[in-house]
């Protein structure tokens, strides 16, 4: 008896591990698979697509699929910067959907995801296999969408935008700010 409540007691006590383990050979079990379709949703630009077939599939982060890890960080990120713009747009028709957060906290959260999307086109040392050309060039794809989302929505040229690869997080917020003010 007292084996038996060890036992079960290791096996409580292990349950994240051993579910973990699992989802990860389900993974692994089907990487060909999920390569081909990530490849086909980047080769399309469908950048809400990569992010959704990573997430529904559980397929983040998983070392089957670590060279997607750079290509799933950035898409997060724009799908963040995305949705902290549909927020900011419903605020300017007093819709009640996005009371929670002010002006000023959604700018700032897309200006945080702006950051780590460029963060996320540096090359990780320990992870190079997830910055090849192709997916790099998906990377610079979304960046470059990203930015034209930018000087669209806030007013700033393009050529100012494009300057926002080499600043702070805080100074693209200010940037933001700023012009959000002039726009409304």
């Known amino acids: 008896l007292v084996a038996l409540i060890a036992l079960t007691g ?7 591990d051993i579910r973990w383990w699992q989802e990860e050979r389900k993974v ?4 060909d698979f999920h390569s081909a379709q990530i490849d086909q949703l980047m080769d399309e630009r469908d950048y809400d ?3 959704a077939y990573m997430n529904r599939n559980r397929l983040t982060y998983s070392s089957a699929l670590r ?3 750079a ?3 950035m898409s997060t990120n724009y ?6 713009l549909l927020s900011l747009e419903a605020k300017k028709h ?3 959907q996005y009371r929670y957060y002010t002006e000023t906290e959604l700018i700032e959260q897309a200006s945080t995801n702006i950051f780590r999307m460029y963060e996320s086109m540096e090359v990780n040392e320990y992870n190079q296999e997830a910055y090849t050309e192709e997916r790099m060039e998906y990377m610079e794809a979304l960046r470059d969408h990203m930015e034209v989302m930018v000087s669209g929505y806030f007013g700033i040229s393009l050529d100012e935008v494009k300057g926002m690869r080499e600043m702070s997080e805080s100074r693209i917020n200010v940037m933001l700010e700023d012009r959000y003010e002039e726009e409304n």
Not at 28 to 31: D, F, H, T
Not at 79 to 84: G, V
């Open 94 to 96: 007093d819709s009640e």
């Open 49 to 51: 697509g990569v992010y």
């Open 67 to 69: 060279k997607y890890d």
């Open 10 to 16: 290791f096996m409580i006590a292990k349950a994240d």
């Open 28 to 31: 692994a079990s089907k990487a």
């Open 71 to 73: 290509v799933y960080e």
């Open 79 to 84: 799908k963040m910067f995305y949705d902290n």
